[in-house]
């Protein structure tokens, strides 16, 4: 679900089913509602940052286990998707998604939330990014008024209603196309034929989206084929994309040189967002380097600027596709999906809705002038020592971790693993 770089989408969909379409759309799919922000506070938006890379790298850790290839995600997406689920949530089923997502007391969620979100969305001349919450209601299924407020007021998410009893199909295609826009088309049928049926009350929606150029692009004409080793028995040829950051004067890129890996950043134009990419030192794999919230503070807090000779990527473009019940399960959070024992009263002040499927999905592309990525979630409810001088030279060509972040907050946006550039 990787391609290459210069746009960056996500998008996460929540549908409730169980025992809840009018509106088209709730708003313009480019022109996400802003969210209010009232109260917010810098160490309330860290709270949220913290909770939402947290949960980055707890995701990132269990999907590991299972995925032996590329990986790529949003868990900006996923968590803004659950966090509008959460808060219909209550009793264990809201405790038990409070301590899978790390998110804190809804009094300083909400507001901080809201800040993440219309950061996002501040308009730039440089690049595109933005972020879109949505709930789709059937139309004759009453939710809570506190419930449907809160969340248009620090969400952004607007009510819109569909008819999922007698026309699902119409109601699928709506909120897949509304997606679709929101992502520019690179997300598109997120929720899969029949996957909407008569028991369908609710969908919540978010969709992320990203295209921003390199401050510094890499030279096409430079481009060339290279072995990129997937272990190192296993060689491929890519296509290598190659940067000479001393041909131009004054560029210096933020770099560590870490025990295991080294740590480089690539801005992007607008210096708002940047990738870093998280290289493996020879004897040691992606699987060594120790991943966590407070680690990534760590890491960029010992990055300094260094002028390189030669910066080596591979291009890269892919999907990807996950269905997310098991791995949230098993991460802390069973009770959302059991239909017996789940408690969303918050939504409609019955205990009649579960969460019957998550499924995420993901697009990335990186390329000479920078990244395209778009990504999307359902969520289905129903009835140390002194280190020797850097080196001028950094060439990805072996597995690596890359990351996608709101500079100014950290907020990781998108995550992924590259194994295999191909």
């Known amino acids: 679900m990787v391609k290459g770089l210069s746009a960056l989408g996500a998008a996460v ?8 379409a009018l509106f088209v759309y709730p708003y313009l799919p480019l022109n996400p509602p802003r969210a209010d922000e009232t109260g917010s506070t810098q160490q309330g938006i860290q709270q949220v940052v913290v909770a939402n890379n947290q949960f980055a790298f707890e995701f990132y850790s269990n999907l590991s286990k299972s995925e032996s290839g590329n990986i790529f995600f949003s868990p900006y997406s996923i968590f803004s998707a659950l966090a509008i689920t959460y808060e219909g949530a209550r009793g264990q089923t809201a405790e038990e998604m409070k301590s899978v997502f790390h998110f804190p007391e809804s009094s300083a969620l909400r507001p901080n939330f809201a800040a993440v979100y219309n950061k996002v969305n501040a308009p730039s001349g440089e690049y595109e990014l933005r972020s879109g919450n949505a709930i789709w209601v059937q139309y004759d299924y009453p939710i809570l008024a506190n419930y449907k407020n809160n969340v248009e007021r620090y969400y952004g998410g607007k009510a819109a209603a569909l008819d999922f009893v007698k026309e699902p199909e119409k109601s699928r295609q709506t ?22 049926d008569e028991l369908t009350r609710l969908i919540i929606s978010n969709a992320i989206y990203f295209k921003g150029n390199w401050k510094w692009q890499f030279d096409k004409s430079q481009t060339h084929e290279g072995d990129f080793k997937i272990t ?5 040829k890519v296509q290598m994309m190659l940067m000479n950051p001393t041909s131009k004067r004054g560029i210096r890129h933020n770099f560590a040189d870490l025990e295991k890996f ?47 000779d030669i910066i080596e990527i591979p291009k890269f473009e892919f999907t990807r596709k996950y269905n997310l019940n098991n791995t949230l399960s098993s991460m802390g959070m069973p009770i959302a999906f059991d239909r017996n024992a789940a408690n969303f009263s918050g939504i409609d002040g019955t205990k009649n809705l579960s969460v019957t499927q998550i499924i995420h999905q993901a697009y990335v592309k990186v ?8 990504a999307a979630t ?9 280190l020797p001088p850097p080196p001028t030279v950094f060439i990805a060509d072996h597995p690596f971790i890359f990351i996608i972040q709101e500079k100014e907050t950290g907020a990781i946006l998108f995550m992924g693993r590259i194994v295999d550039p191909r």
């Open 175 to 196: 909120i897949n196309n509304f997606i679709a826009e929101q992502t520019r088309g690179k997300i598109k049928d997120i929720i899969p034929p029949g996957q909407i």
């Open 262 to 308: 080294q740590i480089l950043e690539l801005p992007y134009k607008g210096d708002k967002i940047s990738m870093l990419i998280l290289l493996p030192k020879q004897g040691y794999d992606v699987n060594d380097i120790d991943l966590s919230a407070e680690k990534l503070k760590e890491y960029k807090s010992k990055m300094n600027e260094m002028t390189f």
């Open 378 to 386: 359902i969520v289905q409810i129903g009835a140390g020592a002194a």
């Open 13 to 20: 969909v929540v549908l409730i089913l169980a025992g809840v």
């Open 232 to 236: 190192p028995t296993n060689v491929v």
């Open 367 to 374: 390329d000479e002038e920078g990244t395209r990525a778009a």
